[in-house]
């Protein structure tokens, strides 16, 4: 599994990330079934055009990918992008502890 958490910014590079996952899975067909791909983009300055282009690029690069590369009978490949908000309360998680 591949993950990427960023920020929804021009910077941040993930349109040319959905690019490069492309490429791997084009040069690498043993890898389809077995790899996911999941982008997590925090959505920042939503009302600037450039950003709103941004998203819908990005968007319709994820469609393109996943059409491409989904079969019939089973996804080979899983990408999606999650909009998440900041919470008005933060969260920490522990990893479990174990029980003697």
């Not at 910077?11 to 959905?18: P, S």
């Not at 908000?85 to 479990?96: D, K, N």
């Given at each position: 599994m591949i993950v990427g958490i960023d920020r929804l910014d021009y910077?941040?590079?993930?349109?040319?990330?959905?690019h490069g996952f492309?490429?791997?899975?084009?040069q690498s067909p043993a890898f389809r079934r077995?790899?996911?791909?999941?982008?997590?983009?925090?959505?920042?300055r939503e009302r600037?055009?450039?950003?709103?282009?941004m998203k819908r690029e990005i968007d319709e690069s994820v469609g393109r990918i996943s059409g491409r590369f989904t079969s019939e009978g089973g996804c080979r490949s899983a990408i999606s992008t999650a909009r998440c908000?900041?919470?008005?309360?933060?969260?920490?998680?522990?990893?479990?502890t174990s029980r003697s």
């Open positions: 910077t941040k590079g993930i349109l040319e990330r959905l492309e490429r791997f899975l084009e077995r790899v996911t791909f999941v982008q997590i983009a925090v959505p920042s600037v055009d450039e950003y709103r282009r908000r900041r919470s008005t309360s933060p969260r920490t998680t522990s990893p479990p």
